[in-house]
T-cell receptor, first 114, second 112 residues
Framework: EAGVAQSPRYKIIEKRQSVAFWCNPI?????LYWYQQILGQGPKLLIQ????????DSQLPKDRFSAERLKGVDSTLKIQPAKLEDSAVYLC????????????FGEGSWLTVV | GNSVTQMEGPVTLSEEAFLTINCTYT??????LFWYVQYPGEGLQLLLK?????DKGSNKGFEATYRKETTSFHLEKGSVQVSDSAVYFC???????????FGAGTRLFVKA
C-alpha cells in the first residue's frame, strides 16, 4: 500500500514570498491532516479535513496560511507571505476516520525561510 | 483541556541498556494512547498503541501499558540498540471530535 506522498521535500524561500505544499493521502483515508513541526517540538495540528470539509482549523494562522482539499483526496497548503518563524517541517498525514485511529504521516516538507 | 506530558530529553543510553520514557496525560473520557517514533529525516510512524485501560501495546521489543489509575503510558524496552536512536512522541486521541494531541517528544541516543 502506498504511503502518504508529499512534495516538495525541501524548500528555501525569502521572507514575504509564497510557497505551496502538496499532499496525497493513503487511498481510502477520509481524514487528512496538516501539522507544523518546529525543530525540537512535537507536531502541532494546523488543519484537519474530513473528506473535503474542514473539521478543525483553530490553530491555522488564517492571515497567511490557507489549505484546501478539493474532491476529498489530495490537498494543498499555502503560505503567503512567509515569515521567518514559519521555518519548520510541514507534515501531511491521513487516517481512516478522525478519532482514535492510527495516523499515517508523510516524510514531510522542510521549509526554510531566510 | 486534554494534554500529554512526556519526559524531557535527550536520553543517552549504552547499547543493551533498559529504556523508560515517561508519558502522562490529561483527558476527559477514554482516549486511545499511542507512541510514535521519528527517525532522522523521516516522518512520524506508529510504534504501538493501546485503546483501553490495562491494554498493553507492543512492537519491536517496545512495550507500554495503558494505566488509567495513574493516567500514564510509559514506553519501555529491555535492551536498546543503536538503531533505536530516534525521537519518540506520546499521543492521545479519542472519539467525539477529540483531536490527536502529541507530546513534545523525547530524543533517544544509543551509544555502541
Amino acid at each position: 500500500e502506498a504511503g502518504v506522498a508529499q512534495s516538495p521535500r525541501y524548500k528555501i524561500i525569502e521572507k514575504r514570498q509564497s510557497v505551496a505544499f502538496w499532499c496525497n493521502p493513503i487511498s481510502g483515508h477520509a481524514t487528512l491532516y496538516w501539522y507544523q513541526q518546529i525543530l525540537g517540538q512535537g507536531p502541532k495540528l494546523l488543519i484537519q479535513f474530513q473528506n473535503n470539509g474542514v473539521v478543525d482549523d483553530s490553530q491555522l494562522p488564517k492571515d497567511r496560511f490557507s489549505a484546501e482539499r478539493l474532491k476529498g483526496v489530495d490537498s494543498t497548503l499555502k503560505i503567503q507571505p512567509a515569515k521567518l518563524e514559519d521555518s519548520a517541517v510541514y507534515l501531511c498525514a491521513s487516517s481512516l476516520e478522525s478519532s482514535g485511529n492510527t495516523i499515517y504521516f508523510g516524510e514531510g516538507s522542510w521549509l526554510t525561510v531566510v | 483541556g486534554n494534554s500529554v506530558t512526556q519526559m524531557e530529553g535527550p536520553v543517552t543510553l549504552s547499547e543493551e541498556a533498559f529504556l523508560t520514557i515517561n508519558c502522562t496525560y490529561t483527558a476527559t473520557g477514554y482516549p486511545s494512547l499511542f507512541w510514535y517514533v521519528q527517525y532522522p529525516g523521516e516522518g512520524l510512524q506508529l510504534l504501538l498503541k493501546a485503546t483501553k485501560a490495562d491494554d498493553k501495546g507492543s512492537n519491536k521489543g517496545f512495550e507500554a501499558t495503558y494505566r488509567k489509575e495513574t493516567t500514564s503510558f510509559h514506553l519501555e524496552k529491555g535492551s536498546v540498540q543503536v538503531s533505536d536512536s530516534a525521537v519518540y512522541f506520546c499521543a492521545l486521541s479519542g472519539t467525539g471530535g477529540f483531536k490527536t494531541i502529541f507530546g513534545a517528544g523525547t530524543r533517544l541516543f544509543v551509544k555502541a
